[in-house]
């Protein structure tokens, strides 16, 4: 399969390991771009005619019009199966490598950059609740001492899952944020050099975190997760690809860093697996990490304004076992920031546009990122 990764955490596949996830994927890939076209055609005839140009229909009026379509069946059972299909099969193939792998990651320890786990912290009841996506276990399942199972298996279905979309190192999203921080403030961060200290929250195993040590070559960066499975791989990963960051296992509710910490902070797909409650937690301790001038920037596949894609997050949250996907595509961003403590006239909503993922046509989705940037 194109796009795997070469480093040396990454977990290995036999011959015919790599054939059955390539063929999840394929079919993945098939399911999604076939039936995208015709799932936005049934939109277009059934639902857009009723809202003036422009406007995006609500999710329950879209889901109602497209649930019994004998097309959206289809595409809908296959999107659910493919989901569970790359489970079963990427997850015996990393439990063959566990000892293996935890040995690999222990020998990363004291190396660069520092891994902190604290067991006392407790999985929030958004995250417990349910296999988030379908990821049994979700992110948080410990099986064995020093266990890395969540951290390797996420490195190898996050690919399947996202059907190539984010590049090899499945960094696109880190790219994406900071391209838009860049366009958006030229001069951001400690004295105009930049960033200088930076905290990425929810960094699962740290896909997006990493590219912030090429292009922030001198800050110091720092990650928080409440999954000690996936940082103890992320932080082992990070080694093995030569960047330093200090992982931590951390509540991004209520972290343990003090008042006025960090220039930058942010977050990447975090936003869409927490709750009503959480978001407007995480925003506030947002504001109390940053530091005057600092920026609290969020990026997720929040599309407010696109049937189609609101539709699928709609469809996910029903159907992939990611609850608040559906609410958050209505939340009040603006007005979260402001409860959050920010000045409302240095908030600012924006898109991130896609480094990896080329430009959409009729039959290939190319997913959009919601910015949330708050200023303090
Ligand atoms: C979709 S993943 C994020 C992916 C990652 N940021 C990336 O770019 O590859 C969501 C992550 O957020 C973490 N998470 C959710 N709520 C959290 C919280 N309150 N504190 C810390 N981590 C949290 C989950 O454990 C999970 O690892």
Redo the contacts with the bound molecule.
């Keep these: 399969m194109r796009n795997n990764s070469d480093h040396a955490m990454f977990a290995d596949a036999t011959h015919d390991e790599q054939s059955a996830q390539s063929f999840i994927k394929t079919l993945r890939v098939f399911s999604s771009r076939s039936f995208h076209s015709g799932n936005n055609a049934l939109l277009k005839k059934k639902v857009l005619p009723h809202y003036p140009d422009g406007e995006c229909p609500p999710r329950r009026e879209m889901r109602t019009a497209l649930e019994d379509e004998p097309h959206n069946k289809w595409w809908s059972s296959m999107m659910r199966t493919t989901q569970e299909m790359l489970y079963d099969t990427v997850g015996p193939s990393i439990e063959r490598q566990l000892p293996n792998l935890i040995e690999r990651a222990k020998s990363m320890r004291g190396k660069s950059g520092s891994l902190t786990l604290d067991d006392s912290v407790e999985?929030?009841p958004?995250?417990s609740a349910v296999d988030?996506?379908c990821k049994p276990g979700?992110?948080?399942q410990e099986m064995i001492e020093d266990d890395v199972f969540a951290g390797a298996e996420?490195d190898r279905t996050?690919r399947l899952y996202s059907m190539g979309g984010l590049g090899p190192n499945?960094?696109d999203?880190?790219f994406t944020l900071v391209a838009w921080m860049r366009k958006h403030f030229q001069d951001a961060g400690a004295s105009n050099n930049g960033p200088q200290r930076i905290l990425?929250?929810?960094?699962?195993?740290?896909?997006?975190?990493l590219p912030y040590c090429d292009l922030f070559p001198d800050a110091e960066i720092h990650a928080?997760?409440?999954?000690a499975t996936?940082l103890r791989y992320g932080h082992a990963r990070a080694v093995a690809m030569d960047k330093e960051v200090h992982f931590s296992q951390?509540?991004?509710?209520h972290t343990n860093f003090e008042d006025g910490s960090f220039d930058l902070v942010v977050?990447?797909?975090?936003m869409?697996?927490?709750s009503r409650r959480?978001i407007r937690?995480?925003f506030k301790e947002c504001h109390r990490l940053l530091a005057p001038g600092g920026l609290m920037i969020h990026m997720d596949g929040i599309t407010p304004d696109k049937p189609f894609d609101k539709y699928y997050s709609d469809w996910m949250s029903i159907n992939n076992n990611e609850p608040y996907l559906g609410t958050v595509q209505d939340e009040d961003f603006v007005g979260i920031c402001e409860q959050a403590g920010f000045d409302t006239d240095k908030v600012q909503l924006g898109e991130g546009e896609p480094q990896f993922q080329g430009k959409p046509t009729d039959d290939k989705p190319v997913y959009g990122y919601l910015v949330v940037c708050a200023e303090k």
Excluded: K, N, R
Aim: net charge negative.
């Design positions: 999985i929030p958004y995250l988030m996506h979700s992110y948080q996420f996050f499945l960094d999203m880190g990425d929250m929810g960094c699962t195993v740290g896909h997006s975190t928080i997760d409440v999954a996936c951390q509540d991004a509710e977050s990447h797909a975090i869409h697996e927490t959480a937690a995480i």
